[in-house]
């Protein structure tokens, strides 16, 4: 089992230019989140997806768009990159479902840079 | 919302110490509480839960405690090693539905020899 990927690991980009990021899980997981991590700010989640077909905002969804593909995929669209969305980026998922508080697993992350 | 508020946000200790991290919660409906610990350049992965039926949860070094009156909770661990180093994070969570996480903002732990 790889658990869950993420493509690509690092990235820089130039103000304005899109980019997609992939997530992928094997673990048949309900439910995915896109996260991201800036210093002194923890972990914010930016888009979830509650199950195959769902995608609902988090705290920061302004800038990005999801798309769940199919129950393993979960990717993230920075339309138009902004320096303010530097970050490191984190795939997670779960078995959550309602009435249910499964452990989210992480991915590995993608640092984003943006120029 | 959920808002969670971590502290501190660095601690250093000796090895063999203990060291304590405080976190306080909003919504009185939260009764899942995780504690996820990361390393420098890793991914965060969970080290121990506490739901809000249990007031301690203890998993050898490592221990948490709830106090739901108060809404706070606590990750103590004792005799602290230098590989305990790492950044660790709470959260917490009503179970409603298909209800999210709300992080604290971290906090870094050193251990120094």
């Known amino acids: 089992n790889a658990g869950v990927t993420q493509t690509p690991k690092f990235q820089v980009l130039k103000t304005g230019q899109s980019m997609t990021l992939q997530c992928a899980q094997d673990?048949?997981?309900?439910?995915m989140y896109w996260y991201r991590q800036d210093p002194g700010m923890g972990l914010r989640l930016i888009y979830y997806?509650?199950?195959?077909?769902?995608?609902d905002k988090g705290e920061v969804p302004n800038g990005y768009n999801v798309s769940r593909l199919n129950k393993r995929e979960f990717s993230l669209r920075l339309e138009s990159a902004a320096p303010s969305q530097t970050s490191v980026y984190f795939c997670?998922?779960?078995?959550?479902?309602?009435?249910?508080?499964?452990?989210?697993?992480f991915g590995p992350g993608t640092r984003l840079t943006v120029l | 919302g959920e808002n969670v508020e971590q502290h501190p946000s660095t601690l250093s200790v000796q090895e063999g110490d203990s060291a304590v991290i405080k976190c306080t919660y909003s919504?009185?409906?939260?009764?899942?509480f995780p504690w996820y610990k990361q390393e420098l350049g890793k991914r965060p992965q969970l080290i121990i839960d506490?739901?809000?039926?249990?007031g301690e949860k203890k998993d050898q070094r490592i221990a948490v405690t709830l106090n739901k009156t108060a809404k706070h909770f606590s990750l103590h661990i004792t005799e602290t090693q230098p590989e305990d180093s790492a950044v660790y994070f709470c959260?917490?969570?009503?179970?409603?539905?298909?209800?999210?996480?709300?992080f604290g903002k971290g906090t870094m732990l050193l251990v120094s020899p």
């Open positions: 997670a998922s779960s078995e959550r479902g309602p009435l249910s508080y499964n452990e989210q697993f």
């Open positions: 673990m048949n997981h309900n439910s």
């Open positions: 997806s509650a199950s195959e077909g769902t995608t």
């Open positions: 919504d009185s409906a939260s009764n899942y």
């Open positions: 506490i739901r809000s039926n249990v």
């Open positions: 959260a917490a969570t009503p179970l409603s539905g298909y209800s999210t996480l709300t």
